[in-house]
Structures are given as C-alpha cells and as structure tokens.
Nanobody
Framework: QVQLVESGGGLVQPGGALRLSCEAPGSIFSISTMGWYRQAPGKQRELVAYITASGTTNYLGSVKGRFTISRDNAENTAYLQMNSLKPEDTAVYYC?????????????????WGQGTQVTVSS
C-alpha cells in the first residue's frame, strides 16, 4: 500500500503564507506526476497545481502568481508554497501521485493520495 505523507497545513491570516509538503516512496516519486488538490466544505474537489516528472507545472487560475509547486527528487518530496493567502483558499488540501499525467490532470483519479491537511485562512 503506497502512502503519501503530507504536512504543513494550519491557520494563517489573510495575506500570509504556508508551505505544504508531500513525501512519497522513492520507488514511484521520480517517475510520477504530483498534484495538489483541495476541497472546501460544500464544494467539489479541484486540482490546484501539478508538476510532471520532467518538471512541467500548471496551476488553477485563481492561484496563479500566488502558489508555487515544486519537487525535490533527492528527498522524494513535493511542495506547495502558498503566498498571499485568501479566505477563499480555505480547504482540505490533498497531495496525489500517479505515473499517468492524464489521471492527475484530466480524470482526477490518481492512484495514490495523502491523508489531507487543513488550511484555514482567517483573521
């Protein structure tokens, strides 16, 4: 059973920053597309950002310029740096991994998921 381990969520004021981390097994990390999804109460889950094995990235429109996804293949860890946070960014954030870009980006059904971490943006 492949398990992704997330960390870094919490409570932050509007305009603040958080960095989420997601560690994956070395057997899959370097060849996987990594994605960060989020789900707010009463809303559908949405893909926030992804990074392919070769380093190509893309972002949800509402987070472009504020969030940065990256990966460290030596540490088998993906990151989501979130700056200029807004109350509407409040959600449970999940990292995910799959060997297929299609499953992360299009079907939103990657094989492997993290446990989720709460991000709350509030004054």
């Amino acid at each position: 059973q492949v398990q992704l381990v997330e960390s870094g969520g919490g409570l932050v004021q509007p305009g603040g920053a958080l960095r989420l981390s997601c560690e994956a097994p070395g057997s899959i990390f370097s060849i996987s597309t990594m994605g960060w999804y989020r789900q707010a109460p009463g809303k559908q889950r949405e893909l926030v950002a992804y990074i392919t094995a070769s380093g190509t990235t893309n972002y949800l429109g509402s987070v472009k310029g504020r969030f940065t996804i990256s990966r460290d293949n030596a540490e088998n860890t993906a990151y989501l740096q979130m700056n200029s946070l807004k109350p509407e960014d409040t959600a449970v954030y999940y990292c995910a991994a799959d060997l297929s870009v299609y499953d992360v980006v299009t079907t939103h059904r990657p094989d492997y998921w993290g446990q989720g971490t709460q991000v709350t943006v509030s004054s």
